[in-house]
């Protein structure tokens, strides 16, 4: 089975971005691929953090090509950081801060520190293109009080407080790479030397590449091997599908959250692919065929004899596309579907059918399903069918990981002071 784990709602990316940004074999600078991530088997991602501007940028026309005059007009290209100064201001295993007890080395926080300095600086770049200013001492926004210099550094501490929190979760639940994951670390870190360093290359060549890009192996190999930690943890508490969730929990979950379960026979009355209505006649036959259908299904009295006779008919006349997916039914919350068929589901008993019911899209002959923890409530990115187990699971291992970065603390070392308008060239 492959894994599924729901995003991470926190404010930086923790698994996706590994390297950075390195020279690809063309010479060309290009964002690296993700080295522990590859597809999107095991656990979904953040999407990384915009630095927010004061101003937006305009997006980019066929007219709207920056302003030359604009830029001859500019007096000084936009300052830059001087990351490798930087850099030097502390040994790779110096102790800067602290998050919740867990040390944080120079070498994690600079890795942070020089991913979201680097993102800030494309955006003032991006905006300096189109004639407008950002500097690193402005402030977010009119009501803001904190600089640009001064939220990458919030971001930076943030991200170490996300791994940290991923790497003590796993420890509390003994929690480690398994060999498959290992040896799916040894074929990405291949992949990523030979897409970075061309055919041929090395780790040597790959880790003085790190180094020309101000990135430590250690941190790279720590971020790659935390994608596993944390998919390994989810697997650990709830199983690799949430097999560990017992029927009562699914249940439970999905009757708090008011799901709804229905198959449906659906007789269009409109063009499923531009939306026209079909002419008169073709809508007066397909509601004789909805209504012959259903008048059917509700003399059959058994109920399995009934579901079994559905099927078969959804089978031979259902027009939604969307049976292949969902042959089995649909399971959804209040508002996901048209009101029509929503009230029309609702007003049944479990294997009840209903009479022909008239929506947007056609007729309506809709079977009410029962509740079930082992029923495909929808799919994953990587087209895993996820159950009512795997959705209770997910939103869990989601809530629990937020709510300990948010409640987590990072503290600096005492001493230690950054202000990064001062390594500015």
Known sequence: MKKFVLILLVVCLLLGCVVGYVVSAEGAKAPAEPTAVGEPETAAVPAQTEVPAQTEAPAPTETAEPDDTAAEETTAAPLSLDFAAIRALHAPDEIVGSVDGRDVTWDEYFYWLHDFGLQAEQYIQTLAMYGQSLSWTDKLSADSEQTLAEYVIELTQDCTKQLAVVEAVAEENDVTLTAENEEELAEQLQQTITNTCGEGASEEDFNALLEEELLSRAMYDRISRANYLFQNSFDALYGE??????????????????????????????????????????????????EAVSAELRAIEDVNERAARFAELKEQYCEDAGKSSYPDGYYFTPGTMVTEFEDGTRALEEY?????????YGYHVIMRLPLSAE???????????????????????NAMMTGRIESSVFTLREGFELDLTEYLK
């Not at 269009?268 to 002419?279: H, I, S, Y």
């Not at 029923?375 to 009512?388: H, N, V």
Request: charged fraction near 25%; glycine fraction near 4%.
């Open 352 to 360: 009840e059918v209903s009479e022909p019911i008239l929506s947007a």
């Open 375 to 397: 029923f495909t409530m929808e799919y994953s990115e990587a087209g895993t069918p996820l159950t009512a187990r795997a959705l209770y699971a997910n939103e869990q291992y």
């Open 241 to 290: 599908n949430g097999e560990k969730v017992s029927d009562e929990t699914a249940l439970a979950y999905l009757t708090e959250n008011d799901y709804l379960g229905a198959s449906h026979i659906l007789f269009a009355t409109v063009d499923l692919n531009t939306f026209e209505p079909l002419d008169d006649e073709t809508v007066a036959q397909k509601l004789r065929q909805a």
